[in-house]
């Protein structure tokens, strides 16, 4: 795709958005199968939900633009994703583990809140008021995930510092 306008560029980092969010889909049942902590498992199937609504809306917004729903492959998660297996298949203490998981996570959050943010400003920008709320509610959703993922990691971290008896 040749990109001449803010509107091309746009619609290429919608498509980014909507491969990263599909790839979460997939690995968050992974992740949630992998944490010791119930309260983690919890956050992680609540994010999933979450994620497959955020798809929804990411659908929405091709509409908007009289677009249908595409992706582009999105490298970047799925690095994150893959360091996120790579740390899974490792032999940890499952409070070690639960941290490991934790900041993975945390990773495909913050790369979503820029991700998102970069796309809410462009929407605005090309007058699509419509677009910049829909991308915003992904964006304070994600934004109260990641504020989430750190409460717990206050708790797990900790328990992470001594290995168990």
Known sequence: MEMETLKDLF?????????????????????AKKADSDE???????HLEETKVH???????????DE?????????MQGIVE???ETMEEDMDPDVMDAALIAAAQRAEHYEIAAYGTLRTYAKLLGEDEASRILQSILDEEGATDKKLTKLAEKINVDATTPDA
Do not use: I, N, S, W
């Open 11 to 31: 619609l290429d980092e919608l498509k980014d958005v909507y491969h990263a969010e599909g790839q979460l889909v997939k690995a968050l049942p992974k992740m």
């Open 40 to 46: 983690l498992k919890a956050a992680f199937q609540q």
């Open 55 to 65: 798809q929804e809306r990411v659908e929405k917004v091709f509409g908007l633009f």
């Open 68 to 76: 249908k729903p595409k992706t582009k492959v999105c490298k970047a």
């Open 83 to 85: 360091e996120g297996k």
